[in-house]
């Protein structure tokens, strides 16, 4: 339990730093870019505890920030509910979807249910953007039932806008932060809790996890459900923070945006998704004159990281800083082991 509280004050450390940016960084656009940044490391957290750790090789996660997206603006745009009441009804939504596609993906392994989590996803992409029906109008335009290939854009946000004038994005960015703050500490205590090692013991060794009684198929349906949950909620807040749910959160290129960050963090770590979100989004900002060749310098860095630093910058970090402590230490390293 003592990693458990170490990570537990990192992670409180890591809150508490965002928590007081805005008191150093007045731009708008830098807090946007973080409040970005929020959104795609929760997303990358989640999925490397699903795949990281609970060895589920699953491509469905970017159909859970979609649902989550997509509930939240139908929510409030044809019932009227609040924002705040639609995010969490979202969530819930998209863990019932991921319940029901992890009973049917979990009875195969490995590659086919990357293969079937990702053929679903994309028949829900293709069943939405032909959504061509009027269903209501909202504002005197024809909205379809599922947005059709334009999507959700005429809803409410955080309401922070008539409240805090000019600053309303410090308002989004608190509640941003909020959910980031709740998505990291239940993934750190899901990782190093009882949950997190069942969730590996099967990754590693499924006979053996067997044995000892733990039920492979029932774990990752419990690891499918939680981190679709949190992904849920990401894009609930997603939505109302950019007042748009679309299509484009199912493209190709928008998938392997997010893998690449949990690959070049480091698959299985606990902070590497947050390190790698980090990176790759330095990447893409000094890379946006590039256009379209910004996908090619992700699947660069993809095929980089793979070949050469599989275990990513998490793991690199810990052996160079290892290495560096053990120079500081020449009688402990002269030590016969």
């Known amino acids: 339990m003592t990693t458990l509280r170490q990570h537990l004050l990192i992670g409180l450390a890591v809150i508490a730093a965002f928590a007081a940016l805005p008191l150093?960084?007045?731009?708008?656009?830098?807090?946007?870019?973080?409040?970005?940044?929020?959104?795609?490391?929760?997303?990358?957290m989640n999925w490397n505890v699903l795949m990281g750790h609970a060895g589920v090789f699953s491509l469905a996660q970017m159909l859970f920030v979609a649902v989550g997206a997509y509930g939240m603006?139908?929510?409030?745009?044809?019932?009227?509910?609040?924002?705040?009441?639609?995010?969490?009804?979202?969530?819930?939504?998209?863990?019932?979807?991921?319940?029901?596609?992890?009973?049917?993906?979990?009875?195969?392994?490995?590659?086919?249910?990357?293969?079937?989590?990702?053929?679903?996803?994309?028949?829900?992409?293709?069943?939405?953007?032909?959504?061509?029906?009027?269903?209501?109008?909202?504002?005197?335009n024809c909205q379809q039932l599922f947005g059709g290939a334009t999507g959700f854009s005429r809803f409410d946000d955080f309401g922070f806008r008539p409240l805090l004038k000019a600053n309303w994005i410090l308002g989004n960015y608190y509640i941003v932060l909020s959910a980031f703050a709740i998505t990291v500490m239940i993934v750190v205590v899901?990782?190093?809790?009882?949950?997190?090692?069942?969730?590996?013991?099967?990754?590693?060794?499924?006979?053996?996890?067997?044995?000892?009684?733990?039920?492979?198929?029932?774990?990752?349906?419990?690891?499918?459900?939680?981190?679709?949950?949190?992904t849920g909620l990401v894009g609930g807040v997603y939505a109302a923070h950019f007042r748009f749910a679309g299509p484009s959160l199912f493209e190709f290129s928008t998938l392997m945006f997010v893998l690449a960050m949990v690959v070049v963090g480091g698959l299985g770590s606990t902070w590497g998704p947050l390190i790698g979100t980090g990176s790759i989004m330095i990447v893409v900002e000094l890379s946006k004159e590039m256009g379209d060749a910004r996908n090619l310098v992700l699947g660069l860095a993809l095929v980089v990281f793979v070949v050469f630093m599989p275990k990513g910058l998490a793991r690199a970090g810990r052996t160079i800083a290892n290495r560096l402590l053990r120079r500081n230490r020449p009688e402990e390293a002269a030590k016969p082991h």
């Open 24 to 44: 150093v960084i007045t731009e708008r656009y830098l807090l946007g870019e973080v409040i970005i940044f929020f959104i795609w490391a929760m997303v990358a």
């Open 190 to 230: 899901v990782i190093h809790g009882r949950l997190g090692l069942a969730f590996r013991a099967i990754r590693d060794n499924v006979g053996y996890a067997s044995s000892r009684g733990i039920d492979r198929k029932k774990y990752q349906i419990a690891a499918f459900v939680i981190t679709a949950f949190l």
């Open 73 to 140: 603006a139908m929510g409030v745009t044809f019932t009227g509910m609040s924002v705040w009441a639609a995010i969490p009804v979202a969530a819930l939504a998209t863990a019932v979807l991921a319940l029901v596609v992890g009973m049917a993906c979990l009875r195969l392994t490995g590659a086919y249910v990357a293969l079937l989590t990702y053929a679903i996803a994309e028949m829900i992409h293709v069943l939405i953007i032909t959504d061509t029906a009027c269903f209501t109008l909202v504002a005197n």
